[in-house]
T-cell receptor
Framework: QQKVQQSPESLIVPEGGMASLNCTFS?????YFWWYRQHSGEGPKALM?????GDKKEGRFTAHLNKASLHVSLHIKDSQPSDSALYFC??????????FGDGTVLTVKP | EAAVTQSPRNKVAVTGGKVTLSCNQT?????MYWYRQDTGHGLRLIHY???????EKGDIPDGYKASRPSQENFSLILELATPSQTSVYFC?????????????FGAGTRLSVL
């Protein structure tokens, strides 16, 4: 059974700073990787996906994937208070089933 | 953006009672999912469905049943609710498999079993 672990559990960064979130997975057949963000009182929303090794940049957000190391990360540049949320890593093979990590709580201090 | 609507938004139930959580999606997605969210456990998959008439067990199906009577509707049923099922439940829908695996979540149902 796929295991997805995220670190750190919580993270505090100053406004304008860089936030780095990490995720490891256990199934080497994993193919698709997502980051979801959940603001308080809402359902999770897909933030970005990455399917190939290397970096993928979307605005202030950069995802990095290394399948050989079973590792995916998310880096948020110029963090804003509105980025404060619970961030989930989600991993899928080719079955249509996503497995989520336990999440990282990001707090951006003004 | 895909619309996923859950009802009720809040529910208080008694131990041993029957609870039905409902979910409706309007984007004609094949797959639908039920997750529960607890502090320290993230999102855990209870049941999912590939289409009308199908239900599959997820990672934590014990104590739950699911029903998919149509493409749009997916219900989660707790026949005999227990306090350990107190949680926030999320329904999600998404396209079938592969790279089209973006899930669209509802706003959640907060269930308290007393």
């Amino acid at each position: 059974q796929q295991k997805v672990q995220q670190s750190p559990e919580s993270l505090i960064v100053p406004e304008g700073g860089m936030a780095s979130l990490n995720c490891t997975f256990s199934d080497r057949n994993s193919q698709y990787f997502w980051w979801y963000r959940q603001h308080s009182g809402e359902g999770p929303k897909a933030l970005m996906s990455i399917f190939s090794n290397g970096d993928k940049k979307e605005g202030r957000f950069t995802a990095h994937l290394n399948k050989a190391s079973l590792h995916v990360s998310l880096h948020i540049k110029d963090s804003q208070p509105s980025d404060s949320a619970l961030y989930f890593c989600a991993v899928s093979t080719n079955t249509g089933k996503l497995t989520f990590g336990d999440g990282t709580v990001l707090t951006v201090k003004p | 953006e895909a619309a996923v609507t859950q009802s009720p938004r809040n529910k208080v139930a008694v131990t041993g009672g029957k609870v039905t959580l409902s979910c409706n999606q309007t984007n004609n997605h094949n797959n639908m999912y039920w997750y529960r969210q607890d502090t320290g456990h993230g999102l855990r998959l209870i049941h999912y469905s590939y289409g009308a008439g199908s239900t599959e067990k997820g990672d934590i199906p014990d104590g739950y049943k699911a029903s998919r009577p149509s493409q749009e509707n997916f219900s989660l049923i707790l026949e005999l609710a227990t306090p350990s099922q107190t949680s926030v439940y999320f329904c999600a829908s998404g396209d079938l498999g592969g790279s089209q695996n973006t899930l669209y979540f509802g706003a959640g149902t907060r269930l308290s079993v007393l």
